[in-house]
Every structure is written in C-alpha cells, then in structure tokens.
C-alpha cells in the first residue's frame, strides 16, 4: 500500500532521484562510468544522439533504454485477463491476446509486457518496425527468437505467412494459443536457427530448401546472431529481395561484422536511430553505447 501511494503523490522528480540512490551498486557504477568516459572525451559528447543519452543518465537512473518514453509504461498499469479454457494468462496488444507461461505471476507478466512494449515503442532505438520493412499479403516472415510474439502478433494480418522459431520450452503452449486465430498461416517451429543441424536445432538454408523462401527476418536470438547467419548464406547470398532487421547489441563488434558481412552481400544497410546500453553484457566496455539494430535491405 505505502509503494502505491508514494508512487501516487511523489511527483516523478522526486521518484527519480530516489531511484537513482537506491539503484543497485552495479547499475549506479556503469552510469557513473559512463557519464565519466563522456565527459573526459569531449568530441564523442557533442554527438547529438550522444548527447540526448548523456542528458538522461544525468536526471535518471540507468536503464537500458535511456531515453524518457520509458517513463510512458508502468507495469503496475497492464491489466491481466484468464482464458477459462486453458487457465493461461494474458494482456491485450490492440484487439488482440498475448498469451504468457502458466508458471508466470501476475507481477512477472507485468513487467515482462511492459518493458516488452518500452522495447518496441516507436522511439525506441530496438523498435523492430522501420520504413525499409513493409508488409504485404505476399510477404514470408520468419520470426526468429519469438518469445511471446509480439512483434508477430503485430503483422500477422499484414502478410502471407510467419515462421515462429523459438526454442524454449516455456513459451510453446502460449505461442499456440496466441496464433490460434491464424492457425492456417503460422508455424511455431521449436528449434534453435544456427549454424548447425541437430535434434534442437536446424539452419535457415536446410528449413527453406523446398518451401517458398523467406522475404522478411526478424532476428533476436540473445547472442546467437551469427551462427543464424552463416546457416543462411545460401540464401542471403542468393535471394534477389529480402529485407532484415537483426539484433546487433548482444556483442561488441556485432555492428560492424555483420555490416560487412551484409554489404559484401550486396544489402543496403543501416542502423536504428539511438543507443541501448546492454549491462547484461559484463563486463561492459567503453564506449558502453551500442547501436540496436541492423535494417538491411536488398531487391
């Protein structure tokens, strides 16, 4: 009770400078370091989309999108329903059911949809929709590295068929119950996209050898990006039209590998607009900022 008043009558001021004195030490020192690092290099700092995230982190606790739309989604204001015929839990995305674990407390799916939805917000430098991506009724999309699906659930309408691969045991049944309404143009493939086949795993090249090729990827599988890649090369080599959007924040050096990688393929490539600071990645280098995704475009 106290928590919800004080968050109530506190203005947001005020609740941000207590949070940044009660944030976690780890957290507390790499905004410290950063805000550091930038200021003892002064012509990285005057970079304007720089600057906007040096601006945030001097008002603000640290977070991984540091930028003040956050400010837009409070968990404490998703709104939870039952389906009665599986006992599943779910939130609304628009006229639409998300559906999560069973296992899952109400207080977990809360702030899972509402970073979920932090993540793919319009302003967000991790937003998966770009201009170079559009979707028809002829598009393929392959969604890889689903989740709960809600960058899926979005364009489900828009196009002609999407291939679901997530591995993880976790999110099978909710994911079937989620797309139960387009059952005749979703696939939930329970494997891993790698380099490699094997009983959990499989590569985009053997999936699609005799099925109509993809035209859309959809790529965030936590660090495993470019194994996926070297299991596609036939068909990123050979596609005449395809269109990307691929996670590229997991790992240091992922922008420029697979912006090479990509342009000696003949795409057309370019990031999102602003940084993420991934602090999962420990321990977090200089210059900490990292690009989020990679649009590439080709045909």
Not at 155 to 166: D, G, S, T
């Amino acid at each position: 009770m106290i928590p919800k008043i004080y968050k109530s009558v506190a203005p947001q001021s005020v609740q941000k400078v207590v949070d940044m004195w009660r944030q976690d030490r780890f957290l507390k020192n790499i905004r410290i370091n950063i805000l550091k690092y930038f200021d003892e290099n002064n012509s990285l700092s005057g970079n304007s989309e720089i600057s906007k995230v040096l601006s945030f982190l001097r008002k603000n606790p640290l977070h991984m999108f540091p930028y003040d739309f956050i400010y837009k989604y409070k968990s404490e204001n998703v709104n939870i329903f039952k389906d009665p015929s599986t006992e599943l839990n779910y939130v609304r995305l628009g006229n639409k059911k998300l559906f999560y674990p069973m296992a899952w407390s109400s207080e977990n799916i809360k702030y899972a949809h509402s970073f979920s939805c932090i993540e793919q917000d319009k302003g967000s430098p991790h937003c998966y929709q770009d201009e170079s991506i559009t979707y028809g009724h002829n598009d393929i999309v392959v969604d890889a590295g689903t989740a709960e699906g809600n960058f899926s659930l979005e364009i489900v309408e828009k196009v002609k068929k999407v291939y679901l691969f997530e591995c993880s045991d976790v999110w099978q049944k909710p994911l079937k119950k989620t797309f139960e309404p387009w059952g005749d143009k979703v696939e939930i493939i329970p494997l891993k996209l790698s380099s490699i086949e094997d009983l959990s795993s499989t590569t985009l090249d053997r999936f699609f050898e005799n099925k109509e090729p993809p035209t859309i990827l959809k790529i965030d599988v936590d660090g495993g990006e470019k194994s996926l890649l070297e299991g596609a090369k036939n068909l990123l080599k050979n596609l005449d039209y395809l269109r990307i959007a691929l996670c590229i924040y997991h790992k240091k050096n992922d922008e420029s590998e697979f912006t090479n990688l990509l342009q000696n393929l003949k795409f057309t490539v370019k990031t999102s607009q602003g940084y993420m600071i991934f602090y999962l990645d420990e321990p977090l280098e200089e210059p900490y900022l990292r690009r989020a995704l990679l649009f590439a475009s080709k045909g």
